[in-house]
Structures are given as C-alpha cells and as structure tokens.
C-alpha cells in the first residue's frame, strides 16, 4: 500500500472541514489524480453527489460507490453516466461540468473515499452569531406588506435565500445563507404547544450545516437576526411547536442538533449511530426528514441508513425521551396526513411508503409504491372513491401514488394503493391545494430537457392528466418545486438555471391555478429551487 496526502482546502470551503489535510490509503490498483485535481473533484462529490451516495459512498438512494463497484464499471462507462444521467432516477451533468471535470470525477469515485472529521459542541457554538440583538426585534411588522404571502425562496447555488411578495411578485430581499439551502421552515400552528408570533421567524438549513434564522416583520436589511453551524453537511430542520427549540439533522457528522430558538445557541447533541434493521452497525446514519408532530410534544426524526423514526419528545431536553420505531431503509422525506397524526414518508430504497403513527409512536403500515419514492414536502387532498388520499412521484419512475390515508372515516382503503397516474418522467416534487382541482408533478429527474424542463397537471376526480406544462425552453435549465400562493389561486414553479449557477437567470413561473395558464415570470433569481408560502406552511396547507 502507498500513502498519498490530500490537503482539505476544498473541504473547507464546502463543508468545513479541518485545513490540516489527512491521510488517504490509495490501493495501487486504485487510479490517481493530482492535489489540484482530487481537490476539485472532491468538491463536486459533495456538491452535487453525496447527498445520494453518502460522504462514504455506501449509498442510499444512490447507488454504492466504493472502488470496489466503481473499478468494476470503469472510467469510460462512469464518465457516461455522470454525463447523460439514468432513466434510474439520476441527473445528467453535461450540461453543468466540462469533460474534463466528469473525467476527474469519475476517477475520484474509484479512490478510496476520505473519511471527514467530527464537530464538537464547542465548534458548532464558535460559529454562532448574532445580527439583531433579541431587545432590539420589532413589536409589529415594519414594512406594511402581507408578510403571510410571503414566498421564503432557496437560491441554491448563490447561497442565498429571497423573500418574494405574493401579491406584489416583487423580490423584497436577498439574505446570505450559505451554501446550497435545502430546507426552510418556520414555526407552525400547534394542537397541543403555541408559539409567539406563528409564522413570522423562518429558519434555514444548508448543505454545509449553516442555520440562519430569518424574522420577516423586520425591514429588508435586518431580516437575517442570527446564525450557527451544527455540521458539515446536513438537510431538515424544525421548530417546536411551542417555538423555543430548533432541531436540525446532520448527514455528516450523523447527529442531530437542539438548539435555542431565539439566539440559535446549540444545546444538545444526539448521535444517529446506531444499528439498522438488519441488526447492523451504521457509521454513517445520516438523518433525512425532521418535522414537528402537529399534535404532540415531539420532533419525528428519519435516520436515512437505520431505516427508523426517531420521536423525540423535546418537553425535558436535558433528559430526552426518544422513541425509535423500526421501518425500513432509506426513510428519506415526508409529510403529514391532513389530521396531523400519521407521519407518511419515503423509503426510497425499499420503494415503500412508510406511515407511523405519532399518537401511539408505533409504525402503522408500509405501502409498496414504485421505484424510489420521493414526496418531497408532499401532497394530500381527497378522492371519490378513496376519500383523503396522500400523494409521491418516484425518482425512478414517472409515476404518481396515490394510496388512502384516513383510517377513521374509510378504513377499508387506509394504507392501500387508490390509483396511479403515470407521468412521462421521474420527478422529485408534487403539490396540491385544498382550494384546487389539480395535482401538480414536476419531472426534475428525466434526462431529456423536454421532459425535464416540463410539468404535468392531473385532474383530482378523473386522474387524467389535464395539461403539460413546458415552463422553460432554455438550455441548461430545470422545471421544479411548485408552490400554491396563500389562497390556492396561483401556483408558483421554479426554473433553476443549472448551467448558469452564478448568474441571476433563474426565475419563477406564476400560473393561475384554475385556467392553468401562465400570469407572470418572476425574474432576478439565482438558481431557485424550493419556495414556501407563510400562510400554507403555518396552516399545514399540503
């Protein structure tokens, strides 16, 4: 064996790791690269590959990608599929690195994967700030607008989140958040805990961990009040219902964090490492989903590898109750039932839809769906024949599922398969509105631009798709992430502009949600992925 040494600037940047550089055991069947070009390479893995494949390749919702898979394929055939993507659920990247970059990366995922270091209580507290002191808030909105038809914004690439009017379509600011946000949420009307000010303070959740706590009564340049980090890569984060505790979850390290609501200062530190399913051990445990249970004291918690729900009730933090309810692998993302009670999230690799029940704390069913479920933030509304009904398009496949979801009121068809509307590519979101006729699925995860670049509209009583909806023609860019305005009679979708991520080219699309027809093109945007409505995301609108 030969030892080769990588320094981590590139891990600095983008994920916090430690400038120091460690030591990497290369097999001398294993290819090379220079330091120049691991370091790259190793950026965009983390950029754009581990959220699937894990920071050690293991895989999850991608596939395994140790040497000991990867060597077999070998460079030509890696670099294909880096470029043009599967039908299988994967993104092309031709269109967002040069060849030279597919060829470095294709190389880099046939070395032996670097293992990052910890984060200790002490390093996540060092990162936090403070913008606005707690006695200097506002009392009341000072900017006069509708801030509960606010559109909270991810710009992924720019590390930024905007803050839209949803009546005006105006941009009302830009807030520095970090890189690559990929959740935002804010506090949440509660059956059991009520918070102060529901609605008004949002918080974010990056993929290099960076927290960011948002306060929309303050006027545009004071909005961001407060920051911290808790990890170096991460993905959801919630708040309690009685709006005194942030919760965020790490992918690495695998944790989860208990922060103050109000200063964002780290108060507890859980480990995810645990034992899976199969009675194996699991370094890399990463948690996915987060979500506050609506109708108890407690935050839900899907450790992605373990294939559990951790319920975790947050009442006495230094001495936390945590319930763990075995499923099964890889529990990705989620949302509630229309009463609040059942927790209905994806095990992508299991292609299962997985309900537990958070009154009893215990796991209700699991639905057989198709190839690598993927709800994203979800959709409920109700059928004919099923009555109230959830909703998943598939990463692998264009499909939507649609399976019975109210054991009270028509338990011959809870947790059964109701029907399934086949779409003409695999997509990642999907998103309906009590007030609207029409389930809305984008195509995120097709290959083809036409396809990929499309949306498509199905009738909630015919379960025909009434219209696609090309929302963009412009290379390099994607179709994605719908969101209904405050009373269900716009639906807004994103164009991410991939190709030109640091340039404000990416827009949102506003269509009138009955005519289906195109209202506004809301521009100035930097790569815009997920958007969430104040009043819908408060109210549980799904």
């Known amino acids: 064996m030969k030892k080769v040494k990588t320094a981590l600037s590139v891990l600095t940047m983008a994920i916090g790791f430690a400038a120091t550089g460690i030591s990497v055991s290369v097999s001398a069947a294993e290819p090379t690269l220079s330091k120049a070009d691991f370091e790259k390479a190793q950026l965009h893995y983390f950029q754009r590959c581990a959220g699937c494949h894990g920071v050690l390749r293991k895989g999850a919702t991608g596939k395994n990608l140790e040497p000991k898979n ?24 031709d269109d967002i690195f040069s060849k030279n970059e597919i060829s470095n990366l294709a190389t880099f995922i046939q070395m032996t994967p670097p293992v990052p270091p910890e984060m200790s209580i002490e390093q996540m507290r060092s990162h936090t700030k403070e913008y606005v002191a707690l006695k200097d808030y506002p009392t009341k ?9 606010f559109f909270v914004v991810i710009e992924r690439d720019a590390g930024t989140a905007a803050i839209i ?56 340049e004071k909005m961001l009040v407060a920051e911290t980090k808790m990890a170096y890569d991460a993905r959801d984060i919630a708040v309690s219902g009685d709006g005194k505790y942030v919760i965020a979850g790490g992918y690495w390290p695998a944790h989860f964090v208990i922060m103050d609501a109000e200063t964002l200062n780290p108060l507890k530190v859980i480990s995810t490492r645990g034992v899976n399913t199969k009675g194996e051990f699991i ?29 975790v009730d947050y009442r006495d933090i230094e001495n936390l109750t945590i319930t763990q309810i075995d499923s099964t692998e890889f529990l990705h993302d989620g949302f509630f039932d229309p009463t609040g009670r059942y927790f209905q999230i994806a095990a992508n690799a299991s292609n299962k839809m997985v309900i537990v029940d958070s009154q009893t704390r215990k796991l209700e069913a699991m639905i057989d769906v198709e190839s690598l479920p993927h709800p994203g933030p979800g959709a409920n509304w109700n059928d004919k024949e099923c009555g109230p009904v959830g909703g998943t398009t598939h990463l692998g496949t264009g499909l939507v599922s649609v399976w019975g979801n109210d054991p009270i009121g028509h338990p011959d068809k809870a947790w059964k398969l109701c029907y399934e509307v086949e779409t003409d590519g695999a997509g990642a979101f999907i998103r309906t509105h009590e007030n609207s006729q029409f389930v809305w699925a984008d195509q995120l995860k097709h290959p083809e631009p036409e396809i990929q670049q499309s949306v498509q509209v199905f009738d909630k009583d015919t379960h025909e798709i009434v219209k696609t909806i090309r929302v963009t023609t412009e290379p390099g860019k994607a179709a994605l992430h719908m969101e209904f305005n405050k009373g269900g009679t716009e639906v807004w979708v994103s164009v991410w502009n991939r190709k030109d991520a640091k340039n404000p080219t990416g827009e949102i699309v ?15 945007l930097t790569t815009p992925t997920g958007k969430f409505n104040v009043y819908n995301r408060m109210n549980h609108k799904t």
């Open 70 to 93: 990867t060597l077999k394929k070998g460079q030509k055939r890696l670099e294909k599929i880096i470029s043009y993507g599967t039908e299988g659920g994967m993104n092309n990247f």
């Open 165 to 220: 009017d949803g009546d005006t379509k105006k941009i009302i600011t830009h807030i520095d958040t970090g890189y690559a946000v990929h959740v935002i949420k804010g506090t949440e009307h509660h059956k059991v805990d009520h918070a102060k000010d529901v609605g008004r303070f949002w918080y974010t959740i990056g993929r290099d961990g960076k927290v960011n706590k948002i306060d929309l009564w303050q006027t545009p």
């Open 283 to 311: 370094n890399e445990a990463r948690v996915a989903a987060i979500y506050t249970t609506p109708n108890e004291p407690t935050f839900m918690v899907a450790v992605k590898e373990l294939g559990q729900m951790w319920q």
């Open 510 to 524: 506003v269509y009138d949600a009955k005519t289906l027809k195109e209202i506004k093109r809301i521009k100035g």
């Open 141 to 149: 909105p000072m900017h006069g607008l509708n801030w509960k038809n």
